[in-house]
């Protein structure tokens, strides 16, 4: 042993301890001086771990962000390929107008085609800078990817609310008969 405490000496010469529970002692304090215990982190380290946390935040956030806009493109993409695939074919010389954005388009139509966009059976989205006619069906897988899409569903629009006209309103405008064949 190199050199004991000059207490463990008396404590030796005494008889009060044992050489073999003196060198264990000190066995324990060389030890516990040179471990590696749980320090206090010192603030430098504390500032660090705060900053990884944050950094660690931030990157979730920004790829739970991306994961999104790339879920909705992907969207965007399959209500595109619906329109692509499912799109009425258009026929007939007859003009159908209706607006979008506060601005009249028209589409060209025949008389078959009209009275099943009055009724709701065809829907007209918008893609790209074009319109196009789509059955219901369809049109309702587009509302489920990307509902802006779609510019003008009247059957969406009868069963969205009921008419806020009491009767007599409807009395009123009875009066004034609309002509059948009304085209604007």
């Not at 324990?28 to 471990?35: D, L, S, Y």
Request: charged fraction near 35%; charge should be neutral; aromatic fraction near 4%.
């Amino acid at each position: 042993m190199a050199k004991a405490n000059p207490l463990q000496e008396q404590l030796l010469k005494a008889g009060l301890v044992k050489k073999s529970k003196v060198a264990e002692v000190a066995r324990e304090q060389n030890k516990a001086r040179h471990a590696k215990g749980p320090s206090e982190p010192s603030e430098i380290q504390l500032d660090a771990e705060r900053a990884r946390v944050e950094k660690a935040e931030r990157d979730r956030a920004l790829a739970a962000e991306r994961k999104a806009q790339a879920r909705i493109t992907e969207l965007r993409a399959q209500a595109r390929q619906i329109i692509e695939d499912r799109k009425v074919p258009r026929s007939g010389e007859s003009e159908y107008r209706f607006t979008v954005d506060g601005a009249i388009r028209t589409v060209l139509v025949d008389d078959d085609l009209r009275k099943k966009l009055s009724l709701g059976a065809l829907v007209i989205v918008r893609l790209d800078e074009r319109y196009e006619l789509l059955a219901r069906a369809a049109a309702d897988k587009v509302r489920e990817r990307d509902a802006s899409m779609i510019v003008l569903d009247h059957g969406q629009d009868a069963g969205a609310a009921p008419s806020a006209t009491t009767s007599e309103d409807e009395a009123y405008y009875a009066q004034f008969q609309v002509p059948d064949d009304l085209v604007w």
